[in-house]
């Protein structure tokens, strides 16, 4: 199918399935994870890129979003997961969970940017999770930082949260930075609260914190 015909596809699929809703007014998206929001300041900033970057291998970016699934599910709103390998599993997570998400199966990082920039068009998803994961460095490499900016750019016209997952600092223009700094291994994976066991911390902040939030800043 020409690239075109797709674009028109995912269109009238985004009309059908995920219509337009009011436009919030917080600054910020609170995903009720508390490892997550609290290093972000109250949540992750709307119309804003923030990058998270997992060094160490099993870092628990997988149950990272599933857990974000689940807060879409429990907050009542929509969420995208262009995902950069076609890696998630969605096995664990009933049909209930699922018709809150849209799951983009991109196999190449040209193809997931594509897709970034038409649902970052869209401005109908209050987050965004652009998954880069398991991309070659080579391959992440030769993405632009044209591209990123030119994303910014449209992330900010609308009130979209977008997040991108890297193993490598790539994105120059996300206005916040977060770090994961711990690595699983499979007795923390068999905990029943692993997820909780997860640490973030900032690397990085150009946003401005919400009155009454904490920030935390790493130099």
């Given amino acids: 199918m020409a690239a075109s015909a797709k674009i028109i596809d995912l269109r009238k699929l985004l009309a059908e399935r995920f219509p337009h809703s009011a436009v919030p007014t917080a600054t ?12 972000a300041g109250g949540g992750l900033p709307r119309s804003a890129l923030t990058e998270l970057i997992s060094p160490r291998t099993s870092a628990g970016s997988g149950s990272l979003i599933q857990a974000l699934i689940h ?27 699922l018709r809150h998400l849209l799951w983009v199966r991109c196999r190449q990082a040209s193809e997931t940017i594509k897709a970034a920039d038409l649902l970052l068009r869209d401005g109908n998803f209050p987050l965004v999770i652009v998954d880069l994961m398991l ?47 711990n690595s699983w291994n499979l007795e923390t994976l068999e905990k029943q609260d692993a997820i909780s066991q997860l640490r973030i911390v900032v690397k990085r902040s150009h946003v401005q914190p919400d009155v009454g939030s904490q920030q935390s800043e790493v130099s």
Avoid: H
């Fill in 28 to 39: 910020r998206l609170f995903t009720g994870l508390p490892f997550l929001d609290q290093p």
């Fill in 135 to 181: 991309n070659a460095r080579e391959e992440l490499r030769k993405i632009p930082q044209t591209n990123w900016y030119r994303l910014q750019r449209l992330v900010e016209l609308v009130p979209t949260a977008c997040l991108v997952l890297t193993r490598y600092e790539m994105v120059s223009s996300a206005q916040l930075k977060l770090v994961f700094e």
């Fill in 71 to 97: 807060g879409a599910y429990r907050n009542n709103y929509f969420l995208a997961l262009i995902d950069g390998r076609d890696s998630f599993d969605p096995c664990g997570l009933d049909n209930t969970l």
